[in-house]
T-cell receptor, first 112, second 114 residues
Framework: GENVEQHPSTLSVQEGDSAVIKCTYS??????FPWYKQELGKRPQLIIDIRSNVGEKKDQRIAVTLNKTAKHFSLHITETQPEDSAVYFC???????????FGSGTQLTVLP | DTEVTQTPKHLVMGMTNKKSLKCEQHMGHRAMYWYKQKAKKPPELMFV???????INESVPSRFSPECPNSSLLNLHLHALQPEDSALYLCASSQDSGSWNEQFFGPGTRLTVL
């Protein structure tokens, strides 16, 4: 089955700096890569996703890049704010299988 | 309505109790999911229902019994649970068409087994 590795497990940045979280996946057939943000005590919420036919996607301060050859994808957050502090999970899906395999999560702390 | 709702928010039960968790969505989604999430861990898939039929069961113990009465509702019946089953139980739903399915999560039920 699919295996997703996520690094780092914790990340602290100063407000206004950028944050980068990286994930690798094992199954080259995976074709959908969402990123979820989960604040303490809250539900996971989709913040951005990318499909395998696209190399990069951006939404305001958030961007995701995908390298299919190397089987890795990354989340980039620019101009970080304290409200960006949360746990971020990457995931990979084989699409029609409707199964998401999650990475282990990154606790992001933005220091004011 | 673009939300997945879950009841109850919190549940405390003994090992001999029988209880049920409920999930509801009115987005017309045809796939619904149960996940278990332990503290500081990612969600772990338990069950997937597609068009009200169980399509994936990730080797979950029989003390967890899912039910999908209709396309909007998903239940998880609990019986003879163990303390290690204490966790946040998340329901999710997605459109069941095409290759890419954004999953919308409910707020979860925090379960404590004594």
């Amino acid at each position: 089955g699919e295996n997703v590795e996520q690094h780092p497990s914790t990340l602290s940045v100063q407000e206004g700096d950028s944050a980068v979280i990286k994930c690798t996946y094992s199954d080259s057939a995976s074709n959908y890569f969402p990123w979820y943000k989960q604040e303490l005590g809250k539900r996971p919420q989709l913040i951005i996703d990318i499909r395998s036919n696209v190399g990069e996607k951006k939404d305001q301060r958030i961007a995701v890049t995908l390298n299919k050859t190397a089987k890795h994808f990354s989340l980039h957050i620019t101009e970080t704010q304290p409200e960006d502090s949360a746990v971020y999970f990457c995931a990979a899906s084989l699409g029609s299988a409707r199964q998401l395999t999650f990475g282990s999560g990154t606790q992001l702390t933005v220091l004011p | 309505d673009t939300e997945v709702t879950q009841t109850p928010k919190h549940l405390v039960m003994g090992m001999t109790n029988k209880k049920s968790l409920k999930c509801e969505q009115h987005m017309g989604h045809r796939a619904m999911y149960w996940y278990k999430q332990k503290a500081k861990k990612p969600p772990e898939l338990m069950f997937v229902y597609s068009y009200e039929k169980l399509s994936i069961n990730e080797s979950v113990p029989s003390r967890f019994s899912p039910e999908c009465p209709n396309s909007s509702l998903l239940n998880l019946h609990l019986h003879a649970l163990q303390p290690e089953d204490s966790a946040l139980y998340l329901c999710a739903s997605s459109q069941d068409s095409g290759s890419w399915n954004e999953q919308f999560f409910g707020p979860g039920t925090r379960l404590t087994v004594l």
